[in-house]
């Protein structure tokens, strides 16, 4: 004999806002203690990232330019 569960549930998870990831930004660069020129790349990359990639590219092209910069 078998029993079978269904769930039907909708869940709408949603990405956090804007201030929600600059706030954790902060959090971690305070935690790790990052250097302010590496924070200033980290500025630089986003905006040149936010002007020229997609959302879906933005991950991708930051790493590169982070990786160019050091």
Request: glycine share 2%.
């Given at each position: 004999m078998s029993t079978f569960c269904r769930f039907d549930?909708?869940?709408e998870v949603t990405s956090p806002d804007a201030e929600s990831y600059e706030r954790k930004g902060k959090q971690l660069s305070l935690?790790?203690?990052?250097r302010s020129e590496f924070i200033?790349?980290?500025e630089k990359a986003k905006k040149v990232t936010k002007k020229f990639?997609?959302?879906s590219?933005?991950?991708e092209h930051i790493t590169v330019l982070l990786n160019v910069y050091n």
């Amino acid at each position: 004999m078998s029993t079978f569960c269904r769930f039907d549930i909708m869940l709408e998870v949603t990405s956090p806002d804007a201030e929600s990831y600059e706030r954790k930004g902060k959090q971690l660069s305070l935690e790790l203690r990052m250097r302010s020129e590496f924070i200033a790349h980290i500025e630089k990359a986003k905006k040149v990232t936010k002007k020229f990639s997609t959302a879906s590219d933005a991950q991708e092209h930051i790493t590169v330019l982070l990786n160019v910069y050091n």
